[in-house]
């Protein structure tokens, strides 16, 4: 059964009963997680309940509605300095007339009680914004699997009482509560990115990246350590809360259809190259056509070297194939009638290529070869995302390759250093590509799954020129340009 299948099935016999007025069997055997319940034994969860329907109803015109429990319960509070959270609302959340449909300690069968019992009732918001599900894989030990079909029966719910509402479907923050809890939070994160990248009224994002720091859970960013009691991590405090607000907000924005309550350049507390989004710029393609012919593709091809990157690899040739092809002698050169997969697409930066291999184009691929050529989108800023700084980057690319090793170990990474741009060596690229080649070399030294290759020197004259005929518009490599590529890719032992 299609995984999203299965929790939507559940999910419609629970609302066709809700509508027909049938009462829910509470079968020992049904999942707790997508059967309503109440906490009204709780006296302020009900006086909190009243007070939202109050809210609801003097607020009809509301266009934000914030779903969910604890973390978004946590923007009612003002209470400096872990917990100041007013000041992050009203900045972001307050000018777009949003009601705060929080409660701490809530699971998803909470929630859809609460949607069931007139929270939604007469509203029409333009987005809902909904984070759920660490409550139930936590304090009511539920299952990733359960947890799952709970966040379905939700989802489902919203679509069929708010169908002209945009849902943004927040990944579950990352914890130090277990490791258990955490692999049950990632296996249910890794489950909502794949089963709503086809829902065209839902938009998945998951920033849990911002709440690491090396490798490892930064504490330091949530307040629960600093009580009394001393819990493990869960709440994200003042900054961690004013962090995952920032990153959340260039996809908020899209959704709600007006500008940036920051400006993207000025949101540095984050580093925006870790956080999955899809397409983000136009260009002479459709990305998301792509996206799926990507995994339309790997139904019948087991490819040995699986190409990895933006459009310089995008317009080199193999499967899917481009409508814009540079070097194809090069490519036949070098693969011959092997099987490759190009996973290039134009315009792409780090945080797409993260979005593309947790939305399925990696999964069940095991090639010999891995060839990733990436970044040099990431040193330019749009309308649509900011320029990310060398060390941004390049800890971008230390996440893409541990991604690719968590699907396939035993494949070995080839690591492209950013290729120079522009004709001038004196551009203004030039000293960030060179920045952040510098670093990749550093960060990459002595991994033995991942062999770097910097061949941005034989692209250039002496002077440091680089010319037409290596690049003909200062960025993609023409046939030439290929040639070294192909041959430096042959010298790094990738010859299918």
Same mark, same amino acid.
């Given at each position: 059964?299609?995984?999203?299948?299965?929790?939507?099935?559940?999910?419609?016999?629970?609302?066709?009963?809700?509508?027909?007025?049938?009462?829910?069997?509470?079968? +020992?055997?049904?999942?707790?997680?997508?059967?309503?319940?109440?906490r009204?034994?709780? +006296?302020?969860?009900?006086?909190?309940?009243?007070?939202?329907?109050?809210?609801?109803?003097?607020?009809?015109d509301?266009?934000?509605?914030?779903? =969910?429990?604890?973390?978004?319960?946590?923007?009612?509070?003002?209470?400096?300095?872990?917990?100041?959270?007013?000041?992050?609302?009203?900045?972001?959340?307050?000018?777009?007339?949003?009601?705060?449909?929080?409660?701490?300690?809530?699971?998803?069968?909470?929630?859809?009680?609460?949607?069931?019992?007139?929270?939604?009732?007469?509203?029409?918001?333009?987005t809902a914004?909904?984070?759920?599900?660490?409550?139930?894989?936590?304090?009511?030990?539920?299952?990733?699997?359960?947890?799952?079909?709970?966040?379905?029966?939700?989802?489902?719910?919203?679509?069929?009482?708010?169908?002209g509402?945009?849902?943004?479907?927040?990944?579950?923050?990352?914890s130090?509560?277990?490791?258990?809890?955490?692999?049950?939070?990632?296996?249910?994160?890794?489950?909502?990115?794949?089963?709503y990248?086809?829902?065209?009224?839902?938009?998945?994002l998951?920033?849990g990246?911002?709440?690491?720091?090396? =490798?490892?859970?930064?504490?330091s960013?949530?307040?629960d #350590?600093?009580?009394s009691?001393?819990? @493990?991590?869960?709440? @994200?405090?003042?900054?961690?809360?004013?962090?995952?607000?920032?990153?959340?907000?260039?996809?908020?924005?899209?959704?709600?259809?007006?500008?940036p309550?920051?400006?993207?350049?000025?949101?540095?507390?984050i580093?925006?190259?870790?956080?999955?989004?899809?397409?983000?710029?136009?260009?002479?393609?459709?990305?998301?056509?792509?996206?799926?012919a990507?995994?339309?593709?790997?139904?019948?091809?087991?490819?040995?070297?699986?190409? &990895?990157?933006?459009? &310089?690899t995008?317009?080199?040739g193999?499967?899917?194939?481009?409508?814009?092809?540079a070097?194809?002698?090069?490519?036949?050169?070098?693969?011959?009638?092997?099987?490759?997969?190009?996973?290039?697409? $134009?315009?792409?930066?780090?945080?797409?290529?993260?979005?593309?291999?947790?939305?399925?184009?990696?999964?069940?691929?095991?090639?010999?070869?891995?060839?990733?050529?990436?970044?040099?989108?990431?040193?330019?800023?749009?309308i649509?995302?900011?320029?990310?700084? +060398?060390k941004e980057?390049?800890?971008?690319?230390?996440?893409?390759?541990?991604?690719?090793?968590?699907?396939?170990?035993?494949?070995?990474?080839?690591?492209?250093?950013?290729?120079?741009?522009?004709?001038d +060596?004196?551009?203004?690229?030039?000293? #960030?590509i060179?920045?952040?080649?510098?670093?990749?070399?550093?960060?990459?030294?002595?991994?033995?799954?991942?062999?770097?290759?910097?061949?941005?020197?034989?692209f250039?004259? #002496?002077?440091?020129?680089?010319?037409?005929?290596?690049?003909?518009?200062?960025t993609? #490599? $023409?046939?030439?340009g290929y040639?070294?590529?192909?041959?430096?890719?042959?010298?790094?032992?990738?010859?299918?």
């Amino acid at each position: 059964m299609n995984c999203t299948l299965r929790g939507r099935i559940y999910a419609a016999l629970i609302l066709m009963l809700l509508v027909s007025g049938s009462a829910i069997a509470q079968d +020992p055997d049904s999942n707790p997680a997508a059967v309503p319940t109440d906490r009204l034994s709780e +006296p302020w969860w009900a006086a909190r309940h009243e007070a939202i329907l109050k809210e609801v109803q003097a607020h009809p015109d509301a266009q934000l509605l914030m779903i =969910g429990d604890s973390i978004t319960n946590n923007y009612d509070k003002a209470n400096p300095p872990d917990e100041n959270f007013q000041p992050t609302w009203n900045e972001f959340y307050e000018p777009r007339k949003a009601l705060n449909l929080g409660f701490s300690g809530d699971g998803t069968q909470h929630v859809l009680w609460r949607l069931n019992h007139g929270e939604m009732d007469g509203l029409h918001p333009k987005t809902a914004v909904l984070l759920v599900g660490t409550n139930n894989t936590g304090v009511y030990k539920e299952t990733a699997e359960q947890t799952e079909t709970g966040i379905d029966a939700v989802i489902a719910d919203l679509e069929q009482r708010l169908p002209g509402t945009k849902i943004l479907l927040m990944g579950l923050l990352p914890s130090a509560m277990s490791e258990k809890k955490s692999e049950e939070d990632r296996a249910i994160n890794r489950y909502l990115a794949t089963c709503y990248s086809e829902d065209p009224r839902v938009t998945y994002l998951d920033v849990g990246s911002i709440f690491y720091a090396n =490798g490892a859970l930064n504490t330091s960013i949530f307040y629960d #350590p600093r009580l009394s009691y001393h819990p @493990p991590a869960l709440h @994200p405090d003042t900054h961690g809360q004013r962090m995952m607000a920032e990153a959340i907000e260039p996809t908020l924005a899209k959704l709600m259809g007006d500008d940036p309550r920051v400006p993207l350049d000025q949101m540095t507390d984050i580093n925006t190259a870790l956080i999955p989004v899809g397409s983000l710029e136009q260009d002479m393609y459709d990305w998301y056509a792509r996206h799926h012919a990507e995994l339309e593709v790997k139904k019948h091809l087991d490819p040995e070297v699986v190409m &990895i990157g933006d459009s &310089i690899t995008h317009f080199w040739g193999g499967e899917p194939a481009s409508s814009r092809v540079a070097g194809a002698m090069a490519w036949q050169h070098l693969f011959g009638d092997a099987q490759v997969l190009n996973m290039g697409f $134009g315009w792409d930066r780090t945080q797409n290529v993260l979005w593309r291999l947790r939305q399925g184009e990696f999964d069940g691929l095991h090639p010999k070869w891995v060839v990733l050529n990436i970044g040099t989108n990431n040193l330019t800023g749009s309308i649509h995302a900011r320029t990310s700084t +060398p060390k941004e980057i390049v800890e971008a690319i230390g996440v893409i390759c541990d991604e690719i090793h968590r699907m396939s170990p035993e494949t070995h990474i080839v690591l492209m250093a950013i290729f120079p741009r522009g004709e001038d +060596p004196n551009g203004p690229l030039r000293a #960030p590509i060179k920045e952040t080649n510098r670093l990749l070399a550093e960060h990459f030294a002595g991994n033995a799954l991942v062999t770097y290759v910097d061949i941005g020197q034989k692209f250039l004259t #002496p002077d440091g020129t680089l010319t037409k005929e290596m690049m003909p518009d200062g960025t993609h #490599p $023409g046939e030439t340009g290929y040639q070294i590529w192909a041959d430096a890719l042959v010298a790094a032992g990738v010859k299918p």
